[in-house]
């Protein structure tokens, strides 16, 4: 398969630790993002990446949420000192370099902060 | 800032009848506009990408129509199936250069057979 790729596909977590998930894009595709789902709602975007370069930041993005794209491949996202608001479904897109690509979703990650 | 919001929250009808699913937004300085489909707890599959300059895209059963001036577009489904129960998402991309999609919150779908 040559879709996106997310793992974990779950992850359950006490509050206060570090959790980290990775998106391996469509392997062709330059641009990478980002998005944050909660139940019954759209998904809302975190943040961009064009090859390893990070091109925008949602405010949603407080300082405890980092991402990278270290060699323009796969990006990792780390959520520190997790707290109850953070339990949402964390999806990962790529898209081909071109302005209003369409953007191509892998499977989320579920995380549940207890 | 841009809403976009989607009208009903959930529809259920007959197996067999066509339908129309709503989207609209509060800002037409849009570069385009996408239809999702996403099952429960999966992710999101792309149905439909319209580009502001287009009035409409079809895909098989699927109709995808824009009014960028009035900010609505439409989602058309002919000969509904059980298998097209899901959340069917809009999304817009705002002008050249920024490539966020903005969602709506969905409207759920259910086909009874």
């Known amino acids: 398969d040559t879709g996106v790729s997310q793992d974990p596909r779950h992850k359950i977590t006490k509050r206060g630790q570090n959790v980290t998930f990775r998106c391996d894009p469509i392997s062709e595709h330059n641009r990478l993002y980002w998005y944050r789902q909660t139940l019954g709602q759209g998904p809302e975007f975190l943040t961009y990446f064009q090859n390893e370069a990070q091109l925008e930041k949602s405010r949603l993005l407080s300082d405890r949420f980092s991402a990278e794209r270290p060699k323009g491949s796969f990006s990792t996202l780390e959520i520190q000192r997790t707290e109850q608001g953070d339990s949402a479904m964390y999806l990962c897109?790529?898209?081909?370099?071109?302005?209003?690509?369409?953007?191509?979703f892998g499977p989320g990650t579920r995380l549940l902060v207890l | 800032k841009q809403e976009v919001t989607q009208i009903p929250a959930a529809l259920s009808v007959p197996e067999g009848e066509n339908l129309v699913l709503n989207c609209s937004f509060t800002d037409s300085a849009i570069y385009n506009l996408q239809w999702f489909r996403q099952d429960p707890g999966k992710g999101l599959t792309s149905l439909l990408l319209i580009q502001s300059s287009q009035r409409e895209q079809t895909s098989g059963r699927l109709n995808a129509s824009l009014d960028k001036s009035s900010g609505r577009s439409t989602l058309y489904i002919a000969a509904s199936q059980p298998g097209d129960s899901a959340t069917y998402l809009c999304?817009?991309?705002?002008?050249?250069?920024?490539?966020?999609?903005?969602f709506g919150t969905g409207t759920r779908l259910t086909i009874i057979p």
């Open positions: 897109a790529s898209s081909p370099s071109g302005f209003g690509e369409t953007q191509y």
């Open positions: 999304a817009v991309n705002r002008n050249f250069g920024n490539e966020k999609l903005t």
